[in-house]
């Protein structure tokens, strides 16, 4: 489990998504960049932090041509719930077997208020059109790392 992925491509992996369908990972994203963000759970303070500012700038991402993709341990009842409460506007993939998270070095010990659980960490994958991570952030904040990874993708596509 090595965690510079940096330049390597993206594991493949299914993935079922709260649009009812299975997303193909890398293969769905061919063709454009992709943003996969992992979060720890949905309807939690930083979580829906998070979510509403990606929901909120979608339309940039858009422009740049990338696709958004939030990713978490949580059911697709529970994506579905959070997505209603929240209107968000992109999907939410289900990792409950920890298939990708576990892969990319995500999921796994994880400290709260002294507290150490098994859970995911808040990282974010850039994964360009050709499927190999550009980029990788790790524990990010979920009040800043929208405008870091929208920078991120606005100076890959003009390079």
Not at 27 to 37: A, H, N, P, Q, V
Not at 77 to 106: A, C, M, Q, R, W
Request: with cysteine.
């Amino acid at each position: 489990m090595s965690d510079n992925w940096e330049g390597k491509r993206l594991p493949e992996v299914n993935l079922e998504s709260s649009e009812g369908k299975m997303v193909h990972l890398p293969k769905d994203g061919e063709g454009s960049w992709t943003l996969l963000y992992f979060y720890p759970k949905d309807d939690t303070p930083g979580c829906t932090k998070q979510a509403c500012s990606y929901r909120d700038n979608l339309g940039e991402f858009e422009k740049a041509g990338a696709k958004v993709f939030g990713i978490s341990s949580d059911s697709l009842g529970s994506h579905s719930n959070f997505i209603s409460k929240y209107n968000l506007s992109f999907p939410l993939l289900s990792d409950p077997e920890h298939k990708l998270s576990g892969t990319l070095g995500v999921y796994g010990d994880q400290e709260w208020q002294g507290r150490v659980f098994k859970g995911l960490s808040r990282d974010t994958f850039l994964v360009g059109p050709d499927g190999v991570i550009q980029k990788v952030w790790r524990k990010v904040d979920p009040t800043k790392t929208v405008s870091e990874t929208l920078d991120a993708i606005l100076k890959a596509v003009k390079a």
